[in-house]
């Protein structure tokens, strides 16, 4: 496989439910993010890992996290999440930590009941 | 504060329209302005970067240009393959802050 590749593609959940989204690059980048992505409103950056130490977590409530175990897997746990909750989730890398020229996965549509 | 804002928010073009889109930005200072194109049930992929008023870059029927305050992203002859959302993205001179626009969602009927 090439590119960014994200599992699953779709995901529906009830609020105490626990799961977790997945996502693989192959383009040998040293960087990987993960964005929310909801109707209307700008893409909204989560969390950065670079060299598979996180750099950024932008405010993001805790029942979301990370976890990079190799520069190319990253995971984002989900607990208790809320109806709001609901968005397109993106998994994207770079090379180089610094938001350029990014490649995204087609992402993980989420569904929160 | 530091704003992106995409017009117009939807486009209707026949096809062949030339047309342009829209990336207004108000920022502290710009490192680079990022052109992304998605399609439905994908992520975002990469087109252009410009760094500096007055660079322009073209692929195919896309060309995109930039001033100090805006950006434009022109479509010559457009075909019903460009329909997509076109997210325009500023990245911070100081702190490497990536800030997205909401998108032109362009659809090109034959």
């Known amino acids: 496989e090439t590119g960014v590749t994200q599992t699953p593609r779709h995901l529906v959940m009830g609020m105490t439910n626990k799961k977790s989204l997945k996502c693989e690059q192959h383009?040998?980048?040293?960087?990987m993010y993960w964005y929310k992505q909801s109707a209307k409103k700008p893409l909204e950056l989560m969390f950065v890992?670079?060299?598979?130490?996180?750099?950024e977590n932008n405010s993001v409530p805790s029942r979301f996290s990370p976890e990079c175990p190799n520069s190319s897997h990253l995971f984002l746990h989900l607990h208790t999440l809320q109806p709001e909750d609901s968005a397109l989730y993106l998994c994207?890398?770079?090379?180089?930590?610094?938001?350029?020229?990014?490649?995204f996965g087609s992402g993980t549509q989420l569904s929160v009941l | 504060e530091d704003q992106v804002t995409q017009s117009p928010e939807a486009l209707r073009l026949q096809e062949g329209e030339s047309s342009s889109l829209n990336c207004s930005y108000t920022?502290?200072?710009?490192?680079?302005l990022f052109w992304y194109r998605q399609d439905p049930g994908k992520g975002p992929e990469f087109l252009f970067t410009?760094?500096?008023a007055g660079e322009e870059k073209e692929k195919e029927r896309l060309k995109a240009t930039l001033t100090k305050k805006e950006s434009f992203l022109h479509i010559t002859a457009p075909k019903p393959e460009d329909s997509a959302t076109y997210l325009c993205?500023?990245?911070?001179?100081?702190?490497?802050?990536?800030?997205f626009g909401t998108g032109t969602r362009l659809q090109v009927f034959p």
């Open positions: 994207a890398s770079s090379q180089g930590g610094k938001g350029e020229k990014l490649f």
């Open positions: 383009l040998g980048h040293n960087a």
């Open positions: 890992y670079s060299l598979e130490e996180r750099v």
């Open positions: 920022v502290s200072g710009l490192r680079g």
């Open positions: 410009l760094y500096s």
């Open positions: 993205a500023v990245q911070l001179y100081n702190t490497d802050k990536l800030i």
